[in-house]
């Protein structure tokens, strides 16, 4: 203890003066260091002017870019960064088409791409336009070594005439979370025709007083998409569900607490609980360690699914 002691009093005297910088982006900026006085006029320039605990300012209008903070080749590059917008619907991100690549290995048009630890996106609108789809939209996608990333008080929306390009590719995601660990998605509005809104293989996650309306498919879910990675300890709470084509909710992981939810409207189950199932009870393969079990489903309202307020197909899940 005496040793930590000396440790952290020597880091704070070496460091004690560095301060996390304030950045700032405008939509009519043509600056180069990103200051105040001389914002830049992209969020992408000031990310790579940024260095960890900084926050990037994001004024009001449409910016039409698609945003990286590291990549797959470098990842972890731009951690503990903060973009911060004017609020939801005065500060847009419009997709300029950019292309990513994502497991499974399909182009893609990501707004934001997430491949550094503790980055948090924040009141801004980020858009899909109109128009035919060229590639797979995701509006947030969140890769390893990005733990503990943090959407809130965002609208996302897919305004796409189309959702998938041929019958096998992978659809489009509101926000993709892949193998990523404790991120928190709150107070965000979800809407347009994405496949799915809110798509989770992940763990130690919380996903909270979210409003998601409008998935083609999948409202929100937690997917355990192979056997060597696992979704579980999530706490999906206080979301409002609606109009999703099939469930509002879907589980298939093990020991995530879902409570407290509104489901309403939807085409399929309400909650639904996933098992083991050939014909395609779920998203996700349907081998023994995707079944859904050890969840608690507690103190939800359900309204007007199709297929019932909770569907459980799981094993050993508390229900009430």
């Known amino acids: 203890m005496r040793f930590q002691q000396i440790t952290c009093l020597a880091g704070i005297l070496l460091f004690g003066n560095v301060t996390a910088a304030e950045l700032f982006v405008s939509a009519g900026g043509v600056g180069l260091s990103c200051t105040q006085p001389d914002p830049c006029g992209s969020i992408q320039m000031a990310v790579d002017v940024a260095s960890s605990g900084d926050r990037i300012h994001v004024g009001p209008g449409t910016y039409v870019e698609n945003v990286r903070l590291g990549t797959p080749q470098a990842p972890n590059t731009k951690p ?30 990501i707004i934001f791409d997430i491949w550094s630890a503790d980055v948090t996106i924040e009141k801004l609108t980020m858009v899909h336009p109109a128009g035919a789809p060229t590639k797979r939209d995701i509006g947030v996608f969140v890769g390893p070594p990005a733990v503990n990333a943090v959407l809130s008080k965002c609208e996302i929306a897919r305004e796409r005439t189309g959702n998938n390009l041929e019958p096998w590719q992978p659809g489009s995601r509101g926000i993709l979370v892949f193998r990523a660990t404790g991120s928190l998605v709150s107070k965000n509005l979800f809407r347009g025709n994405y496949e799915d809104h809110i798509h989770m293989p992940t763990s130690e996650s919380e996903i909270s007083k979210n409003d998601v309306t409008g998935a083609t498919r999948l409202g929100i ?25 099939s469930d509002a909710i879907q589980i298939q992981g093990d020991d995530n607490l879902v409570v407290k939810n509104k489901v309403a409207n939807n085409g399929g189950a309400g909650i639904k609980l996933c098992g083991i199932d050939e014909v395609g009870d779920c998203v996700a393969p349907f081998d023994a360690w995707s079944e859904a079990s050890d969840n608690t489903v507690s103190k939800n309202k359900a309204t007007n699914n199709a297929l019932g307020a909770v569907v459980d197909n799981g094993s050993d899940n508390i229900v009430d």
């Open 80 to 109: 503990n960064i903060t973009i911060t917008g004017a609020g939801s619907k005065k500060t847009n991100v419009e997709s300029a088409g950019g292309v990513g690549e994502r497991p499974p290995t399909v182009p893609a048009d």
């Open 221 to 245: 879910v937690i997917i355990q998409e192979s056997a060597n990675s696992f979704s579980v300890d999530n706490l999906v709470v206080k979301n409002n569900v609606s109009n999703s084509g």
